[in-house]
């Protein structure tokens, strides 16, 4: 190898120069696909990183040799600046380490010594369950590969409508297949069909991997009507939170900022529900209008902490950080709004 191949500056060119395949996929907030060419910016410090979480970019790169269609997968957790720029010393780090344990060869078969060096690396990330499962049937879905088996068990579940208390059989896994393959019309439409009758031990699996995919105006309208039925008539906080969170990757789609608007323009909102806005549906908040709203609702829980914290962590978006510093200086705060804002910049 050359000194070139043997020093790789960046995990993209990492990749290349093993002759590996590979996706990206960001697995912090949501689970989606990572460009290639946006994360060799990110890597080069030319962008911050699109959604960072609590000041880390969390990435899946799976990756292939050619010849072989076993992908391999690494789970990191690597340091942003307060910037949001990627960590370039965390990186070089993580790159070291995958050469002392792997050298060129990065699906070769590993020794015991091997697989210490790599499971000692300190940006290793574990997310839950719900996500590994998203970003495996995602993998599935790029790559062409077959559903799991746990796939048509659930398809039988759905279609048999006079059972919907006989989940115990159907896995979590089986679940995102199902909802990545959502752009399937009879799958979607299946879907639509069912979730008013869906129990929790069902509807939060599927809510979860739905957070994850974009779907069309049915699905959406669907989860609309559903939200605000479990809102308004049945005051069931715990499905509203469900719904909103299913909506999440389409919370940019006009349907969805205008239920999300409604939602701000009502007197009280649940803590529960403003947290799953700015963690899994900011895409809505970036507007002025609408993130002063969701902030002077922040401010009626009466919690400080959490306010501080979810501002930062909204601050921490790059698409939302212009819109956040808008809000600050608007005329038409809340003097409360004034106040809180005045404790955030404070020195301590």
Known sequence: MTDTATNPATLSELLKLSGSQYRLYDIGRLVNKLPKEQFEKVELNQLPYPTPVQGHACIAITFWQKQSSQPYLWLLKLPLDERGLLNQGA?????????EALGADLTQETSKKQEELLSSNPYLYTPAQYKLASLNSKIKVDLKQNVGEHFSTFVNYLQNDSAWDNWQQIGVQGIADFVA????????????????YLPNEVLIPVCGALENEKFTINLIEALISLFNKALNEESDTDKAQQFLRALAANSN???????????????????????ILSGRCWQAL???????????????????????????????????????????????????????????????
């Open 253 to 275: 789609h006009i349907h969805v900022i205008k239920l999300i608007t409604e939602l701000l323009d009502k007197e009280q909102v649940n803590a529960e529900l403003l947290i």
């Open 91 to 99: 990186r070089n780090h993580f790159i070291a380490i995958i050469i």
């Open 181 to 196: 393959n959502i752009e399937n019309k009879d799958n979607c439409q299946l879907l639509v069909n069912a979730l008013p």
């Open 286 to 348: 970036a507007d002025e209008k609408v993130l002063m709203s969701y902030l002077e609702h922040l401010l009626k829980n009466d919690d400080l902490t959490m306010f501080a914290s979810i501002f930062k962590d909204l601050v921490s978006i790059p698409l939302i950080r212009p819109v956040a510093f808008h809000c600050i200086r608007n005329e038409n705060r809340s003097p409360a709004l004034a106040s809180a804002i005045g404790q955030l910049f404070r020195p301590a």
